[in-house]
């Protein structure tokens, strides 16, 4: 009864940005650390960003100082913010959030968004 709807992914052109949007909705009690992960053609699936609930942050190196992750709490909603995107950004970027049901911890992931980045 969890799930995670991404939005905002598209086609954008080298040094362009887009905002990646995840919106966590069900039977929640709490959201620990929400994420965003992506996984390139060809690629294994990575860790590009994460924020815990208090708002502590991490990020790929690949990514550091171009892309930043936050979230509204209240709306169950984590953002990733792209900026000077690079053709090697193209992924599809999927959200995962680690959360409490009435009696379980899940680690539940959106359906992806893919980001294509070329000119």
């Known amino acids: 009864q969890v799930q995670l709807v991404e939005s905002g992914g598209g086609l954008v052109q080298p040094g362009g940005s887009l905002r990646l949007s995840c919106a966590a909705s069900g039977n929640i009690v709490s959201i620990d650390k929400m994420s965003w992960y992506r996984q390139g053609p060809g690629k294994e699936r990575e860790l590009v960003a994460g924020v815990t609930s208090g708002g502590r942050t991490n990020y790929a190196d690949s990514v550091k100082g171009r892309f930043t992750i936050f979230r509204d709490n209240a709306k169950n909603t984590v953002f990733l913010q792209m900026n000077s995107l690079k053709p090697e950004d193209t992924a599809d970027y999927y959200c995962?959030?680690?959360?409490?049901?009435?009696?379980?911890?899940?680690?539940?992931w959106g359906q992806g968004t893919l980001v294509t980045v070329s000119s």
């Open positions: 995962n959030a680690d959360l409490w049901t009435p009696g379980q911890y899940l680690k539940v």
